[in-house]
């Protein structure tokens, strides 16, 4: 389904969850923009997250965060034009990232957001760097370009 499908209503759905989500985020994404945000993401960690901002990972899926709960405030024509490709970038996550352990206090702060409970299985830094104690076993290491 194209965009010259959808009617004054899903425009408005994407406005309201918009305005309506970004209060808690500092963007001001358009739901496009939270897609392609969670593009580029996914993009990096399958090329190997760089560990210089490890500590930060979690930040990085705060557009995944977004789409979470925008998509309940869309109307169903909206979700359905968008879902495959969200599939489609939920599915590249999984492959290039490993389930962090479970015993690990961290998990489950996010509400069940199974996107935070993974970790990049291949990064780009100096190996030995420190890494957060859940992921385990170790990424692989590639060198950078």
């Not at 399958?46 to 998509?71: I, K, P």
Request: hydrophobic content about 40%.
């Amino acid at each position: 389904m194209d965009d010259a499908s959808l009617t004054a209503e899903d425009y408005a759905s994407v406005i309201a969850a918009m305005q309506a989500v970004s209060v808690r985020y500092r963007s001001g994404w358009t739901l496009n923009e939270a897609l392609a945000q969670w593009q580029l993401v996914v993009k990096e960690i399958e090329e190997g997250f760089d560990t210089q901002w490890v500590w930060e990972y979690h930040d990085e899926l705060s557009c995944r965060d977004w789409l979470c709960e925008a998509w309940p405030l869309l109307t169903d024509r909206v979700r359905a034009a968008r879902q495959p490709f969200l599939d489609s970038m939920d599915d590249r996550f999984t492959a290039a990232t490993a389930p962090m352990r479970k015993d690990g206090s961290a998990l489950g702060h996010r509400n069940g957001r199974w996107w935070h409970n993974r970790y990049p299985r291949v990064v780009v830094g100096e190996p030995g760097e420190e890494l957060p104690e859940l992921w385990s076993p170790n990424p692989d290491y590639i060198e950078e370009d």
